[in-house]
């Protein structure tokens, strides 16, 4: 409802459904495991064998279109932004030692729609994740509620923590 290029997506258990949106987005697609601790990785051909398909019928499991780009994470505190892009040789950077991090300023359109989001998910301080694909489309991907900062803080060299403790000496 706020104007954010979301990729298409599909949660299901059900393998036919699967296999049709597989089929549908050129067979490039990520699978997003709902369970904690599990990474996202991008689906093989090789796992859409019929064993691995019955057990997806176990569980509902997150599917998404795959979009190339650059990720980018917002952290929002309050009003202000830390936007970090992730520099990485992987196609999945959470599974890269050796990533970096590197401030940079958002279109003024996407950082509104960044401070939209949260705030209309009635987030003090979220993470957003962005996609910024090579002809320059922000995608959005999610909002964590309790997102991870440090080592963004340390590898990025920006005060998030000192930003959230402003803002929680501010409240009540």
Known sequence: ???CR???T???NHPET????FEQHGRDVL??????????YRLQQLELHPEALQRL???PVQFQEYISGEDIRVHVVGDQLFPTAILTETSMYKTDPDMRFEVITLPDEIAQLCLDVARQLGLLLAGIDLRRTLEGEYIFFEANPSPQFMIFEQRANISISDALIDLL????
């Open 1 to 3: 409802s706020l104007g």
């Open 6 to 8: 979301i990729p298409n």
């Open 10 to 12: 599909l949660v299901s």
């Open 18 to 21: 699967l296999m049709s949106f």
């Open 31 to 40: 699978c997003k495991p709902l369970f904690s601790g599990f990474l996202p």
């Open 57 to 59: 019928k176990q569980m």
């Open 169 to 172: 000496m501010l409240r009540d």
